[in-house]
Nanobody, 125 residues
Framework: QVQLVQSGGGSVEAGEYLELSCAAS????????RGWYRQAPGNERELVAT???????VYGDSVKGRFTISEDNEKNMLYLQMNSLKSEDTAVYYC???????????????????WGQGTQVTVST
């Protein structure tokens, strides 16, 4: 059974730092794409950062230069370091990972695979 279990998050003031973690069981993160998404009330889900299967990193425009995605393959962990937080970063953040398809060597898109339980990040001014 695949599980993505998130930790971290919380409430901070603008300009502060937070880190999110995501622990995977039942899958190996680096076999498919993996990353972070977020959704604020009334908004659509938004890409925050992903690591593609060939290890290319993609950031959403709104977080470039402030957020860093990283991973520890030995621990099967995914992280999101969030610097210089802004009120507009307030959202529920989700860890996600692509799912391996039946055809050998192929994966779904990250947002078509597995999801963590979500973690609230609130940034106040």
């Amino acid at each position: 059974q695949v599980q993505l279990v998130q930790s971290g998050g919380g409430s901070v003031e603008a300009g502060e730092y937070l880190e999110l973690s995501c622990a995977a069981s039942g899958l190996t993160f680096n076999r498919c794409g993996r990353g972070w998404y977020r959704q604020a009330p009334g908004n659509e889900r938004e890409l925050v950062a992903t690591i593609t299967r060939d290890r290319r990193i993609v950031y959403g425009d709104s977080v470039k230069g402030r957020f860093t995605i990283s991973e520890d393959n030995e621990k099967n962990m995914l992280y999101l370091q969030m610097n210089s937080l802004k009120s507009e970063d307030t959202a529920v953040y989700y860890c996600a990972a692509g799912r391996r398809k039946a055809s050998a060597g192929r994966c779904t898109a990250v947002d078509e695979g597995y999801w963590g339980q979500g973690t609230q990040v609130t940034v106040s001014t």
